[in-house]
């Protein structure tokens, strides 16, 4: 009952009153909003209002995303780790999750050994200080573990570096890896074992496996029915897994724990009184009207900041502005022999014929947005796919033309493009524990809708509802056509047949029942502050004012499907697709080094903004928004912008949240174990 009292509340309030006045209000119940307004209330702030566009609380954390992106899990720590830690405790046999001290102890554990991450060249050494904080493993219990590995003989000899005494007797294979291992390492490995390659590789692409230890049983079982723990030995790069309705769960308690009164359902501010630099007010366009001291904006459109007349930005920078190699309009990644015409001369649907502007030029486009899909195929908790009103066969001519009208029609929902993420956790037991729950991850020709969400950064509220509402007709119609179109193929034919929506997540009465809350909004407006992240490390100055810490790659998925002519032929095309490390080379995972956030990353320019902070529509670049955008890392930026909030509201000496004392905020968000640092 706990867990819904603050949609209750937040509801007899809404209904009750039309002005609230309080200490901080946080615009925006994205799961970074939720951390700021925890994190401000914790940290002394009397008086916290969340206000939520929406019904629930915690943007894609809750509403679609089941598979947290989570490169480095290093990084993670403070009210982000507790979140995931309290979702890990509604599972059978949590697991404690000791955090690593960045500062002192480095270590992690396999099985109930303690391993010493401290420095690169003593990995696989004992380190004792730990030895009692590791939770022993069972026979046929999996782990997850990154190979500590090495590419010599220009990368084409491996040598696997596994902890001392330890080896791996059975791996499990990833098709993401089985182009470039050999056969024979999939069966017994040790410590310092060598393998030829059969060509040689600059990378090796999510270098992580599940395996099984001590047992000659092969039984796949998830990692104590939970989340993947950064304290278990190579889970860095390893996603978290959870069910979205448990998130949710958690999210409300943590809210209501931290007396954060909630307000939902406020779509769209109007109006605005500010006092200088210094907001003061907002109406929203029901003629809500809200008051504080302080101001959050934890949207991911950065609507709150604005109104308030903030500088922002959305689309796509050139590449001489900052110097990014990828900024800007990318070339085509993707080419498809495919008439983009029907025989009238009109383009056919989802092919866009809009000029383009020329490679590394700027321009307002945004990358594909989509909704992340919970399908599973337990017979009693699946929602069969349905036909979406309006439903025209002749709109997926793009995909009929793809399939060669059935000829070369994909093989499964993986090769279409929709892949399952998981499997996620779960409490079906119709089926013998052999069922599937997942986060369905849709690329290009798939539910990612290329050209869609070009209008939403900036649009309206009622363009924005619109495109929202294309995108779930979109998706739902795609699906139909995989479902019934014979150029589609016998096999999705047979996987939709027994793969359709999970029945315990989101809401029955939602049209259609069971659709996620929240559209995947990657990125929309971003603020312009003083200091702009963009591709390149910041300068040492900045660093020292690190609030938190990330690690992703840029990770852009396309942006534009159109017509491209070449030697007076016409096809279809795909750009937009950025995939880097950031040392500027081509990424072929999502492990990323960690970084730091510097607190002027939160930040409106002085002389427009002083009492507001935007942890999620952050000053940054379109290519550096593209590592930032996980929601770990927001969630870590947004409990920086609590705390931060908080100590500007209690020190009445400071005038501008630009003027913080930053090392204070340090020494403030690390007794919140907030990790700031790599």
């Given at each position: 009952?706990?867990?819904?009292?603050?949609?209750?509340?937040?509801?007899?309030?809404?209904?009750?009153?039309?002005?609230?006045?309080?200490?901080?209000?946080?615009?925006?119940?994205?799961?970074?909003?939720?951390?700021?307004?925890?994190?401000?209330?914790?940290?002394?702030?009397?008086?916290?209002?969340?206000?939520?566009?929406?019904?629930?609380?915690?943007?894609?954390?809750?509403?679609?995303?089941?598979?947290?992106?989570?490169?480095?899990?290093?990084?993670?720590?403070?009210?982000?780790?507790?979140?995931?830690?309290?979702?890990?405790?509604?599972?059978?046999?949590?697991?404690?999750?000791?955090?690593?001290?960045?500062?002192?102890?480095?270590?992690?554990?396999?099985?109930?050994?303690?391993?010493?991450?401290?420095?690169?060249?003593?990995?696989?050494?004992?380190?004792?200080?730990?030895?009692?904080?590791?939770?022993?493993?069972?026979?046929?219990?999996?782990?997850?573990?990154?190979?500590?590995?090495?590419?010599?003989?220009?990368?084409?000899?491996?040598?696997?570096?596994?902890?001392?005494?330890?080896?791996?007797?059975?791996?499990?294979?990833?098709?993401?890896?089985?182009?470039?291992?050999?056969?024979?390492?999939?069966?017994?490995?040790?410590?310092?074992?060598?393998?030829?390659?059969?060509?040689?590789?600059?990378?090796?692409?999510?270098?992580?496996?599940?395996?099984?230890?001590?047992?000659?049983?092969?039984?796949?079982?998830?990692?104590?029915?939970?989340?993947?723990?950064?304290?278990?030995?190579?889970?860095?790069?390893?996603?978290?897994?959870?069910?979205?309705?448990?998130?949710?769960?958690?999210?409300?308690?943590?809210?209501?724990?931290?007396?954060?009164?909630?307000?939902?359902?406020?779509?769209?501010?109007?109006?605005?009184?500010?006092?200088?630099?210094?907001?003061?007010?907002?109406?929203?366009?029901?003629?809500?009207?809200?008051?504080?001291?302080?101001?959050?904006d934890g949207s991911y459109e950065g609507d709150l900041a604005y109104i308030a007349e903030a500088d922002m930005t959305w689309g796509r920078e050139s590449q001489s502005q900052y110097n990014e190699s990828s900024a800007?309009?990318?070339?085509?990644?993707?080419?498809?022999?495919?008439?983009?015409?029907?025989?009238?001369?009109?383009?056919?649907?989802?092919?866009?014929?809009?000029?383009?502007?020329?490679?590394?030029?700027?321009?307002?486009?945004?990358?594909?947005?989509?909704?992340?899909?919970?399908?599973?195929?337990?017979?009693?908790?699946?929602?069969?796919?349905?036909?979406?009103?309006?439903?025209?066969?002749?709109?997926?001519?793009?995909?009929?033309?793809?399939?060669?009208?059935?000829?070369?029609?994909?093989?499964?929902?993986?090769?279409?493009?929709?892949?399952?993420?998981?499997?996620?956790?779960?409490?079906?037991?119709?089926?013998?524990?052999?069922?599937?729950?997942?986060?369905m991850l849709g690329m290009v020709h798939a539910t990612d809708m290329l050209n869609g969400a070009w209008g939403y950064p900036n649009g309206t509220l009622a363009e924005r509802e619109n495109i929202w509402e294309a995108?779930?007709?979109?998706?739902?119609?795609?699906?139909?056509?995989?479902?019934?179109?014979?150029?589609?193929?016998?096999?999705?034919?047979?996987?939709?047949?027994?793969?359709?929506?999970?029945?315990?997540?989101?809401?029955?009465?939602?049209?259609?029942?069971?659709?996620?809350?929240?559209?995947?909004?990657?990125?929309?407006?971003?603020?312009?502050?003083?200091?702009?992240?963009?591709?390149?490390?910041?300068?040492?100055?900045?660093?020292?004012?690190?609030?938190?810490?990330?690690?992703?790659?840029?990770?852009?998925?396309?942006?534009?499907?159109?017509?491209?002519?070449?030697?007076?032929?016409?096809?279809?095309?795909?750009?937009?697709?950025?995939?880097?490390?950031?040392?500027?080379?081509?990424?072929?995972?999502?492990?990323?080094?960690?970084?730091?956030?510097?607190?002027?990353?939160?930040?409106?320019?002085?002389?427009?903004?002083?009492?507001?902070?935007?942890?999620?529509?952050?000053?940054?670049?379109?290519?550096?928004?593209?590592?930032?955008?996980?929601?770990?890392?927001?969630?870590?930026?947004?409990?920086?912008?609590?705390?931060?909030?908080?100590?500007?509201?209690?020190?009445?000496?400071?005038?501008?949240?630009?003027?913080?004392?930053?090392?204070?905020?340090?020494?403030?968000?690390?007794?919140?174990?907030?990790?700031?640092?790599?």
């Amino acid at each position: 009952m706990a867990a819904v009292l603050p949609c209750i509340y937040m509801l007899m309030l809404a209904d009750t009153f039309t002005n609230y006045s309080s200490d901080v209000v946080v615009y925006g119940a994205t799961a970074a909003g939720c951390m700021s307004a925890i994190a401000a209330s914790r940290s002394g702030a009397r008086n916290v209002i969340l206000v939520n566009p929406y019904e629930h609380v915690g943007g894609m954390t809750t509403g679609g995303l089941m598979h947290a992106d989570t490169a480095n899990t290093s990084t993670i720590g403070g009210l982000t780790l507790e979140f995931f830690d309290r979702v890990l405790a509604h599972y059978p046999n949590p697991t404690p999750n000791p955090t690593p001290n960045p500062s002192s102890e480095r270590y992690t554990c396999l099985g109930s050994r303690c391993i010493n991450l401290q420095d690169t060249d003593k990995r696989g050494s004992s380190n004792a200080t730990c030895d009692n904080k590791c939770p022993a493993l069972k026979d046929n219990e999996w782990l997850a573990v990154t190979f500590l590995s090495e590419l010599s003989n220009n990368n084409q000899t491996l040598t696997v570096r596994l902890p001392k005494g330890q080896n791996i007797s059975y791996l499990k294979k990833s098709e993401k890896l089985e182009h470039q291992l050999p056969a024979s390492m999939y069966k017994q490995i040790y410590d310092g074992q060598v393998f030829q390659l059969a060509k040689p590789v600059e990378f090796l692409e999510y270098p992580y496996y599940l395996i099984e230890l001590n047992s000659t049983k092969w039984k796949p079982k998830f990692l104590r029915d939970g989340p993947l723990h950064p304290g278990s030995f190579g889970q860095i790069g390893k996603p978290w897994l959870y069910e979205s309705h448990i998130a949710e769960m958690v999210l409300n308690d943590m809210l209501l724990e931290a007396n954060v009164t909630v307000i939902s359902g406020v779509k769209g501010l109007e109006s605005f009184v500010k006092q200088g630099t210094a907001l003061k007010s907002v109406t929203s366009v029901t003629g809500l009207q809200f008051s504080a001291s302080v101001w959050i904006d934890g949207s991911y459109e950065g609507d709150l900041a604005y109104i308030a007349e903030a500088d922002m930005t959305w689309g796509r920078e050139s590449q001489s502005q900052y110097n990014e190699s990828s900024a800007g309009r990318r070339p085509a990644s993707l080419k498809y022999e495919i008439d983009p015409y029907w025989s009238d001369g009109s383009v056919i649907p989802h092919v866009s014929d809009a000029p383009l502007v020329d490679v590394g030029e700027a321009d307002n486009r945004t990358e594909a947005y989509d909704f992340r899909l919970c399908f599973t195929d337990s017979p009693g908790n699946m929602v069969p796919v349905s036909e979406p009103p309006g439903y025209n066969a002749s709109e997926w001519e793009f995909w009929r033309r793809l399939y060669k009208n059935g000829t070369n029609a994909p093989s499964s929902l993986q090769d279409a493009g929709l892949a399952c993420l998981g499997p996620i956790p779960n409490n079906y037991s119709d089926c013998d524990g052999r069922c599937t729950k997942c986060d369905m991850l849709g690329m290009v020709h798939a539910t990612d809708m290329l050209n869609g969400a070009w209008g939403y950064p900036n649009g309206t509220l009622a363009e924005r509802e619109n495109i929202w509402e294309a995108h779930k007709l979109y998706i739902m119609g795609l699906l139909w056509f995989w479902a019934t179109d014979p150029a589609a193929g016998d096999a999705l034919h047979e996987e939709l047949k027994v793969m359709g929506h999970c029945r315990d997540e989101y809401d029955a009465n939602s049209n259609p029942p069971h659709w996620p809350y929240q559209l995947y909004v990657r990125e929309a407006r971003r603020l312009v502050g003083d200091f702009v992240w963009t591709e390149h490390e910041p300068n040492a100055s900045l660093l020292d004012r690190s609030v938190g810490v990330g690690a992703y790659t840029f990770d852009c998925h396309w942006v534009s499907l159109y017509v491209a002519n070449d030697s007076n032929n016409s096809y279809i095309a795909a750009e937009g697709r950025v995939n880097d490390g950031h040392d500027g080379t081509p990424s072929h995972g999502v492990y990323q080094q960690p970084y730091h956030v510097p607190y002027d990353v939160l930040l409106p320019k002085r002389n427009q903004l002083t009492n507001m902070l935007v942890p999620v529509a952050c000053s940054a670049s379109h290519i550096r928004m593209n590592a930032v955008r996980m929601e770990p890392t927001w969630m870590i930026q947004g409990h920086a912008a609590g705390t931060a909030a908080a100590m500007f509201l209690l020190n009445t000496t400071v005038l501008r949240v630009q003027d913080l004392d930053v090392a204070a905020l340090q020494q403030t968000l690390q007794t919140q174990k907030q990790i700031i640092r790599p």
